[in-house]
Protein backbone atom coordinates (compact mmCIF):
# COMPACT_ATOMS: atom_id res chain seq x y z
CA UNK A 1 0.00 0.00 0.00
CA UNK A 2 1.75 2.69 -0.99
CA UNK A 3 1.03 6.65 0.54
CA UNK A 4 2.58 9.91 0.81
CA UNK A 5 1.52 9.15 4.42
CA UNK A 6 4.68 9.80 6.90
CA UNK A 7 4.41 9.75 10.59
CA UNK A 8 4.57 13.93 10.54
CA UNK A 9 2.10 14.46 7.91
CA UNK A 10 -0.28 12.13 10.01
CA UNK A 11 0.70 14.03 13.25
CA UNK A 12 0.07 17.44 11.64
CA UNK A 13 -3.26 16.06 10.44
CA UNK A 14 -4.59 14.58 13.57
CA UNK A 15 -4.00 17.84 15.41
CA UNK A 16 -5.47 19.60 13.13
CA UNK A 17 -8.97 17.62 13.31
CA UNK A 18 -8.64 17.21 16.86
CA UNK A 19 -7.43 21.07 17.67
CA UNK A 20 -11.05 22.23 15.18
CA UNK A 21 -13.15 19.20 16.50
CA UNK A 22 -12.66 20.45 20.11
CA UNK A 23 -12.76 24.16 19.43
CA UNK A 24 -15.97 23.30 17.75
CA UNK A 25 -17.22 21.32 20.97
CA UNK A 26 -16.27 24.07 23.42
CA UNK A 27 -18.02 26.69 21.55
CA UNK A 28 -21.62 24.23 20.68
CA UNK A 29 -20.97 24.05 24.97
CA UNK A 30 -20.86 27.34 25.43
CA UNK A 31 -23.60 28.09 23.35
CA UNK A 32 -25.92 25.74 24.88
CA UNK A 33 -28.91 24.30 22.77
CA UNK A 34 -30.32 26.57 20.60
CA UNK A 35 -31.74 26.99 17.21
CA UNK A 36 -28.78 27.81 14.97
CA UNK A 37 -29.38 30.60 12.47
CA UNK A 38 -28.59 31.10 8.60
CA UNK A 39 -25.86 33.48 9.89
CA UNK A 40 -24.17 31.51 12.32
CA UNK A 41 -24.29 28.19 9.74
CA UNK A 42 -22.43 30.56 7.08
CA UNK A 43 -19.84 31.47 9.27
CA UNK A 44 -19.24 27.68 10.14
CA UNK A 45 -19.29 26.86 6.81
CA UNK A 46 -16.69 28.98 5.96
CA UNK A 47 -15.25 28.02 8.68
CA UNK A 48 -14.66 24.46 7.55
CA UNK A 49 -14.12 25.15 4.01
CA UNK A 50 -11.06 27.67 4.98
CA UNK A 51 -9.32 25.12 7.34
CA UNK A 52 -9.63 22.40 4.97
CA UNK A 53 -8.26 24.69 1.97
CA UNK A 54 -5.25 25.90 4.12
CA UNK A 55 -4.43 21.77 4.97
CA UNK A 56 -4.94 21.94 0.82
CA UNK A 57 -2.60 24.64 0.86
CA UNK A 58 -0.17 23.36 3.46
CA UNK A 59 0.36 19.73 2.23
CA UNK A 60 0.65 21.39 -1.55
CA UNK A 61 3.89 23.39 -0.34
CA UNK A 62 5.34 20.43 2.26
CA UNK A 63 5.05 17.46 -0.61
CA UNK A 64 6.17 20.35 -2.95
CA UNK A 65 9.55 20.52 -1.11
CA UNK A 66 9.66 16.99 -0.16
CA UNK A 67 8.65 15.12 -3.08
CA UNK A 68 9.31 17.80 -6.13
CA UNK A 69 7.17 20.68 -7.29
CA UNK A 70 5.25 18.49 -9.62
CA UNK A 71 4.44 15.69 -6.93
CA UNK A 72 3.34 18.45 -4.98
CA UNK A 73 0.87 20.02 -7.88
CA UNK A 74 -0.10 16.05 -8.23
CA UNK A 75 -0.74 15.59 -4.51
CA UNK A 76 -2.50 19.03 -4.29
CA UNK A 77 -4.87 18.71 -6.94
CA UNK A 78 -5.80 15.13 -6.04
CA UNK A 79 -6.99 16.05 -2.55
CA UNK A 80 -8.97 19.04 -3.77
CA UNK A 81 -10.56 16.86 -6.21
CA UNK A 82 -11.27 14.62 -3.31
CA UNK A 83 -12.41 17.06 -1.05
CA UNK A 84 -15.11 18.64 -3.91
CA UNK A 85 -16.33 15.10 -4.56
CA UNK A 86 -16.49 14.14 -1.07
CA UNK A 87 -18.48 17.43 -0.08
CA UNK A 88 -20.88 17.47 -3.44
CA UNK A 89 -21.76 13.64 -2.08
CA UNK A 90 -22.65 14.56 1.35
CA UNK A 91 -25.18 17.27 0.00
CA UNK A 92 -27.71 13.85 -0.53
CA UNK A 93 -26.79 12.62 3.14
CA UNK A 94 -28.09 16.33 4.24
CA UNK A 95 -31.32 15.79 2.55
CA UNK A 96 -31.68 12.58 4.39
CA UNK A 97 -31.37 14.00 7.77
CA UNK A 98 -33.86 16.61 6.72
CA UNK A 99 -36.30 14.00 6.43
CA UNK A 100 -35.59 12.33 9.40
CA UNK A 101 -35.48 15.56 11.70
CA UNK A 102 -39.21 16.22 10.01
CA UNK A 103 -40.13 12.93 10.26
CA UNK A 104 -39.56 12.63 14.13
CA UNK A 105 -39.93 16.29 14.76
CA UNK A 106 -36.71 17.12 16.72
CA UNK A 107 -36.64 19.99 18.52
CA UNK A 108 -34.35 22.82 16.58
CA UNK A 109 -32.33 22.98 19.87
CA UNK A 110 -31.46 19.44 19.63
CA UNK A 111 -30.29 18.83 16.38
CA UNK A 112 -26.71 19.83 16.69
CA UNK A 113 -25.87 17.21 19.43
CA UNK A 114 -27.26 14.72 17.04
CA UNK A 115 -25.70 15.71 13.91
CA UNK A 116 -22.10 16.03 16.22
CA UNK A 117 -22.23 12.50 17.63
CA UNK A 118 -23.31 11.44 14.17
CA UNK A 119 -19.81 13.27 12.77
CA UNK A 120 -18.00 11.65 15.47
CA UNK A 121 -19.38 8.13 14.53
CA UNK A 122 -18.92 8.89 10.95
CA UNK A 123 -15.36 10.09 11.29
CA UNK A 124 -14.18 6.63 12.46
CA UNK A 125 -16.43 4.33 10.13
CA UNK A 126 -15.19 5.88 7.02
CA UNK A 127 -11.45 5.67 8.25
CA UNK A 128 -12.46 1.81 9.03
CA UNK A 129 -13.93 1.42 5.03
CA UNK A 130 -10.61 3.67 3.65
CA UNK A 131 -8.11 1.49 4.68
CA UNK A 132 -10.05 -1.43 4.22
CA UNK A 133 -10.58 0.03 0.65
CA UNK A 134 -7.00 0.82 0.41
CA UNK A 135 -5.58 -2.59 1.63
CA UNK A 136 -8.27 -4.35 -1.41
CA UNK A 137 -7.22 -2.08 -4.24
CA UNK A 138 -2.98 -2.78 -3.20
CA UNK A 139 -3.85 -6.04 -3.18
CA UNK A 140 -6.20 -7.15 -5.83
CA UNK A 141 -6.20 -4.14 -8.68
CA UNK A 142 -9.99 -6.10 -10.09
CA UNK A 143 -11.53 -4.57 -7.64
CA UNK A 144 -11.05 -0.81 -9.30
CA UNK A 145 -14.00 -2.50 -11.85
CA UNK A 146 -16.06 -3.59 -9.05
CA UNK A 147 -15.99 0.26 -7.68
CA UNK A 148 -16.25 1.32 -10.47
CA UNK A 149 -19.58 -0.48 -11.83
CA UNK A 150 -21.17 -0.10 -8.41
CA UNK A 151 -20.77 3.91 -9.16
CA UNK A 152 -22.41 3.58 -12.58
CA UNK A 153 -25.18 1.09 -11.13
CA UNK A 154 -25.36 3.54 -7.74
CA UNK A 155 -25.70 6.95 -10.16
CA UNK A 156 -28.51 5.26 -12.63
CA UNK A 157 -30.34 4.20 -9.49
CA UNK A 158 -29.96 7.78 -7.87
CA UNK A 159 -31.30 9.35 -11.11
CA UNK A 160 -34.49 7.10 -11.39
CA UNK A 161 -34.96 7.61 -7.73
CA UNK A 162 -34.37 11.36 -8.15
CA UNK A 163 -37.74 13.64 -7.07
CA UNK A 164 -39.33 10.74 -5.08
CA UNK A 165 -38.70 10.80 -0.78
CA UNK A 166 -37.94 8.13 0.73
CA UNK A 167 -40.77 6.24 2.49
CA UNK A 168 -39.74 5.84 6.26
CA UNK A 169 -43.05 3.76 7.40
CA UNK A 170 -41.24 1.29 5.42
CA UNK A 171 -37.90 1.71 6.41
CA UNK A 172 -37.03 -1.83 7.65
CA UNK A 173 -34.11 -0.76 10.21
CA UNK A 174 -36.00 1.95 11.47
CA UNK A 175 -39.01 -0.76 11.68
CA UNK A 176 -36.78 -3.22 13.67
CA UNK A 177 -35.48 -0.32 15.70
CA UNK A 178 -38.27 0.83 17.27
CA UNK A 179 -39.93 -2.64 17.69
CA UNK A 180 -37.30 -4.11 19.61
CA UNK A 181 -36.14 -1.31 21.66
CA UNK A 182 -38.08 0.08 24.79
CA UNK A 183 -39.09 3.28 22.62
CA UNK A 184 -40.14 6.47 24.01
CA UNK A 185 -42.99 8.84 22.42
CA UNK A 186 -41.98 11.89 23.71
CA UNK A 187 -38.72 13.90 24.50
CA UNK A 188 -36.54 14.38 27.58
CA UNK A 189 -34.66 17.64 26.82
CA UNK A 190 -31.10 16.31 24.87
CA UNK A 191 -31.39 12.98 26.76
CA UNK A 192 -30.68 9.46 24.69
CA UNK A 193 -32.69 7.33 26.98
CA UNK A 194 -34.10 7.51 30.42
CA UNK A 195 -33.72 5.27 33.52
CA UNK A 196 -30.74 2.32 33.80
CA UNK A 197 -31.10 -1.26 33.15
CA UNK A 198 -34.08 -3.24 32.36
CA UNK A 199 -35.80 -0.06 33.02
CA UNK A 200 -34.09 2.09 30.47
CA UNK A 201 -35.98 3.42 27.22
CA UNK A 202 -34.90 5.03 24.78
CA UNK A 203 -35.95 8.45 23.41
CA UNK A 204 -36.65 9.20 19.35
CA UNK A 205 -33.29 11.16 19.92
CA UNK A 206 -31.64 8.08 20.30
CA UNK A 207 -33.43 6.43 16.70
CA UNK A 208 -32.35 9.77 15.20
CA UNK A 209 -29.32 9.14 16.12
CA UNK A 210 -29.22 5.29 15.08
CA UNK A 211 -30.67 6.54 11.70
CA UNK A 212 -27.81 8.82 11.33
CA UNK A 213 -25.27 6.18 11.78
CA UNK A 214 -26.50 3.68 9.17
CA UNK A 215 -27.51 6.59 6.71
CA UNK A 216 -23.79 7.73 6.62
CA UNK A 217 -22.71 4.08 6.36
CA UNK A 218 -24.83 3.55 3.12
CA UNK A 219 -23.87 7.09 1.71
CA UNK A 220 -20.25 6.10 2.76
CA UNK A 221 -20.17 2.58 0.40
CA UNK A 222 -21.22 4.93 -2.37
CA UNK A 223 -18.78 8.03 -1.76
CA UNK A 224 -15.63 6.31 -0.65
CA UNK A 225 -15.15 4.17 -3.81
CA UNK A 226 -15.43 7.49 -5.91
CA UNK A 227 -12.64 9.01 -4.17
CA UNK A 228 -10.75 6.22 -4.72
CA UNK A 229 -11.22 7.15 -8.55
CA UNK A 230 -9.07 9.99 -7.86
CA UNK A 231 -6.00 8.39 -6.16
CA UNK A 232 -5.52 4.88 -4.32
CA UNK A 233 -3.18 6.75 -1.48
CA UNK A 234 -4.90 5.91 1.95
CA UNK A 235 -3.85 9.67 3.14
CA UNK A 236 -4.84 11.95 0.75
CA UNK A 237 -8.45 9.81 0.45
CA UNK A 238 -8.95 10.15 4.55
CA UNK A 239 -7.88 13.48 4.75
CA UNK A 240 -10.18 15.03 2.06
CA UNK A 241 -13.01 12.99 3.30
CA UNK A 242 -12.86 13.54 6.94
CA UNK A 243 -12.66 17.48 6.29
CA UNK A 244 -15.62 17.12 3.66
CA UNK A 245 -17.54 15.46 6.80
CA UNK A 246 -16.57 17.94 9.39
CA UNK A 247 -18.36 20.76 7.69
CA UNK A 248 -21.17 18.47 7.44
CA UNK A 249 -23.04 19.84 10.49
CA UNK A 250 -22.63 23.58 9.40
CA UNK A 251 -23.56 22.67 6.13
CA UNK A 252 -26.68 21.16 7.04
CA UNK A 253 -27.82 24.36 8.57
CA UNK A 254 -26.77 26.43 5.87
CA UNK A 255 -28.93 24.43 3.43
CA UNK A 256 -32.40 23.19 4.94
CA UNK A 257 -33.65 26.37 4.74
CA UNK A 258 -33.05 25.72 0.58
CA UNK A 259 -33.31 22.62 0.17
CA UNK A 260 -36.90 22.90 -1.53
CA UNK A 261 -34.59 24.74 -4.17
CA UNK A 262 -32.08 22.47 -5.21
CA UNK A 263 -34.61 20.09 -6.74
CA UNK A 264 -32.73 18.96 -9.35
CA UNK A 265 -29.07 18.67 -7.26
CA UNK A 266 -29.85 14.99 -6.65
CA UNK A 267 -29.78 14.39 -10.94
CA UNK A 268 -26.29 16.47 -10.83
CA UNK A 269 -24.97 13.74 -8.14
CA UNK A 270 -26.05 11.00 -10.05
CA UNK A 271 -23.97 12.61 -13.15
CA UNK A 272 -21.20 12.82 -10.80
CA UNK A 273 -21.38 9.57 -9.43
CA UNK A 274 -21.71 7.79 -13.27
CA UNK A 275 -18.92 10.02 -14.59
CA UNK A 276 -16.48 8.48 -12.02
CA UNK A 277 -17.89 5.03 -12.21
CA UNK A 278 -16.76 5.26 -15.90
CA UNK A 279 -13.35 7.10 -15.43
CA UNK A 280 -12.88 4.09 -12.94
CA UNK A 281 -13.90 1.39 -15.54
CA UNK A 282 -11.60 3.27 -18.67
CA UNK A 283 -8.76 3.71 -15.97
CA UNK A 284 -6.47 1.53 -17.54
CA UNK A 285 -7.58 2.55 -21.03
CA UNK A 286 -7.51 6.74 -20.44
CA UNK A 287 -6.34 7.73 -17.33
CA UNK A 288 -8.38 10.85 -17.40
CA UNK A 289 -6.41 14.03 -15.93
CA UNK A 290 -6.85 15.06 -12.40
CA UNK A 291 -7.68 18.78 -13.69
CA UNK A 292 -10.55 17.35 -16.23
CA UNK A 293 -12.27 15.67 -13.01
CA UNK A 294 -12.02 18.43 -11.10
CA UNK A 295 -13.98 20.35 -13.41
CA UNK A 296 -16.12 17.93 -14.46
CA UNK A 297 -17.25 17.47 -10.87
CA UNK A 298 -17.99 21.54 -10.34
CA UNK A 299 -19.56 21.43 -13.67
CA UNK A 300 -22.07 19.27 -12.69
CA UNK A 301 -22.53 20.47 -9.35
CA UNK A 302 -22.86 24.31 -10.41
CA UNK A 303 -25.09 23.13 -13.73
CA UNK A 304 -27.43 21.22 -11.43
CA UNK A 305 -27.49 24.46 -8.63
CA UNK A 306 -27.92 27.05 -11.08
CA UNK A 307 -30.94 25.01 -13.34
CA UNK A 308 -32.65 24.38 -10.12
CA UNK A 309 -32.80 28.65 -9.45
CA UNK A 310 -33.36 29.28 -12.84
CA UNK A 311 -36.66 26.43 -12.96
CA UNK A 312 -38.18 26.52 -9.51
CA UNK A 313 -40.07 23.40 -8.82
CA UNK A 314 -43.84 23.41 -9.14
CA UNK A 315 -45.37 24.30 -5.80
CA UNK A 316 -47.46 21.43 -4.53
CA UNK A 317 -51.17 22.05 -4.87
CA UNK A 318 -52.98 22.89 -1.64
CA UNK A 319 -55.70 20.88 -0.67
CA UNK A 320 -59.26 21.92 -1.21
CA UNK A 321 -61.07 23.56 1.71
CA UNK A 322 -63.84 21.44 3.14
Sequence with gaps: MQTIGTPLLWLV???VVVAALVIDLVLMRHGGPHKVTFKEATWWSLGWVALALAFNGWLWWYTGQQLGVAAGNRIGMEFLTGYLVEKALAIDNIFVFLMLFGYFAVPEAQRQRVLVLGILGAILLRAILIFIGAALLARFHWVLYLF???LLLTGVKMWRAAGDPPNLEHNPVLRWVTAHLPFLRRYYGSALWIGAGSRRKFTPLFIVLVMIAITDVIFAVDSIPAIFAIT?????VLTSNVFAVLGLRAMFFLLQGMADRFHLLPYGLALVLCFIGVKMLLADLY????????????????????????RPAHAKPEPPLS
Design 287 to 310: KVPIPLALGMVALIIGSTIALSLL
Design 13 to 15: FAG
Design 148 to 150: GAF
Design 232 to 236: ADPFI
